[in-house]
């Protein structure tokens, strides 16, 4: 694997941890985003992660300094993209966005760059001809908080050249990750096929108001031993996101129940300011959320 320039096309929550984890495994990595106030706000975001690598992973500070400084940012996709061996797509989970995004990358990317996707829900063969080299086109999934949960799903489409998918696993490993190949197209690969369920249930538990986040999260908690519930959960996710498939899904099935919850996730959480943990505030407040309390589970 010879890759030393990487571009991560899109700041926010997770391409921003997909950039400063790479960046901190000691490749050069390039930000774009679509504008100087987006990337104003990548770089803010960013910076705060060199906190989180102090605590968790007891890394020093000359580590976190090292890495922010092997980072460059930019608005113009041609400068972002001029060297580099792999171009991370993580781009809203919209298919008109990605679609023309890909159109544009393939104008200005060298020859022989990869590009991966990093959707979560959506597949590569989507895309694959927008691309413009569909055979050096695959997907690259990672979990939020990737410096702890450090997975990635690497997953193939019918036309992924072998070769371009054994480099970007050989990546995925070199940042860090356990890499989890998959040999088939798969809407939500593996991690996504077993969570997206759960998240959808609790979702509709919330909405058919048979109890609030707290209650659904504690039984789950309780119930599995799993560290956190599927609300707790919706918020290191996003709840931009959450909303983003969930209208996704009304759209497509016309099914009143997800038209319902896109309402309410939108109207008392988005319009409200109340993104997740990102912003603070969710379906919990952070930094002192109610289910890190001892008493909680009681």
Same mark, same amino acid.
């Given at each position: 694997?010879?890759?030393?320039?990487?571009?991560? %096309?899109?700041?926010? !929550?997770?391409?921003?941890?997909?950039?400063? *984890?790479?960046?901190?495994?000691?490749?050069?990595?390039?930000?774009? /985003?679509?504008?100087?106030? !987006?990337?104003? *706000?990548?770089?803010?975001?960013?910076?705060?992660?060199?906190?989180?690598?102090?605590?968790?992973?007891? %890394?020093?500070?000359?580590?976190? /300094?090292?890495?922010?400084?092997?980072?460059?940012?930019?608005?113009?996709?041609?400068?972002?993209?001029?060297?580099?061996?792999?171009?991370?797509?993580?781009?809203?989970?919209?298919? *008109?966005?990605? !679609?023309?995004?890909?159109?544009?990358?393939?104008?200005?990317?060298?020859?022989?760059?990869?590009?991966?996707?990093?959707?979560?829900?959506?597949? =590569?063969? *989507?895309?694959?001809?927008?691309?413009?080299?569909?055979?050096?086109?695959?997907?690259?999934?990672?979990?939020?908080?990737?410096?702890?949960?450090?997975?990635?799903?690497?997953?193939?489409?019918?036309?992924?050249?072998?070769?371009?998918?054994?480099?970007?696993?050989?990546?995925? #490993?070199?940042?860090?990750?356990?890499?989890?190949?998959?040999?088939?197209?798969?809407?939500?690969?593996?991690?996504?096929?077993?969570?997206? =369920?759960?998240?959808?249930?609790?979702?509709?538990?919330?909405?058919?108001?048979?109890?609030?986040?707290?209650?659904?999260?504690?039984?789950?908690?309780?119930?599995?031993?799993? +560290?956190?519930?599927?609300?707790?959960?919706?918020? !290191?996710?996003?709840? #931009?996101?959450?909303?983003?498939?969930?209208?996704?899904?009304?759209?497509?099935?016309? /099914? +009143?129940?997800?038209?319902?919850?896109?309402?309410?996730? #939108?109207?008392?959480?988005?319009?409200?300011?109340?993104?997740?943990?990102?912003?603070?505030?969710?379906?919990?407040?952070?930094?002192?959320?109610?289910?890190?309390?001892? /008493?909680?589970?009681?």
């Amino acid at each position: 694997m010879d890759f030393k320039n990487i571009t991560v %096309a899109g700041s926010g !929550v997770l391409g921003s941890q997909i950039a400063f *984890q790479t960046a901190f495994k000691g490749f050069n990595v390039s930000v774009y /985003d679509i504008n100087d106030e !987006v990337i104003a *706000q990548a770089k803010e975001r960013i910076s705060k992660l060199k906190q989180r690598y102090l605590e968790d992973l007891q %890394a020093t500070e000359e580590e976190v /300094d090292q890495a922010y400084n092997r980072l460059s940012f930019h608005s113009n996709l041609a400068d972002a993209v001029t060297n580099a061996d792999l171009v991370i797509e993580a781009i809203p989970e919209v298919v *008109q966005i990605k !679609v023309d995004f890909y159109e544009k990358l393939a104008k200005v990317a060298p020859a022989e760059t990869i590009f991966a996707t990093n959707s979560s829900t959506l597949l =590569p063969s *989507q895309f694959a001809e927008a691309t413009g080299r569909p055979e050096r086109f695959l997907a690259l999934h990672f979990a939020n908080e990737i410096w702890k949960n450090n997975t990635a799903e690497i997953m193939k489409h019918p036309g992924t050249n072998t070769d371009v998918f054994d480099k970007v696993i050989s990546f995925a #490993k070199a940042i860090g990750m356990v890499a989890l190949p998959l040999h088939k197209e798969q809407p939500g690969y593996i991690l996504n096929s077993l969570l997206v =369920p759960l998240l959808d249930a609790a979702q509709m538990l919330l909405v058919k108001e048979v109890a609030d986040p707290e209650t659904i999260d504690k039984t789950w908690m309780v119930g599995t031993g799993a +560290p956190l519930g599927p609300f707790a959960i919706l918020d !290191v996710v996003g709840i #931009k996101t959450a909303y983003n498939i969930t209208q996704a899904k009304a759209e497509k099935t016309g /099914d +009143p129940a997800f038209k319902k919850l896109a309402e309410l996730l #939108k109207t008392e959480y988005i319009d409200k300011g109340k993104l997740g943990r990102e912003t603070g505030e969710g379906f919990y407040t952070y930094p002192n959320p109610s289910f890190i309390s001892p /008493d909680f589970l009681k």
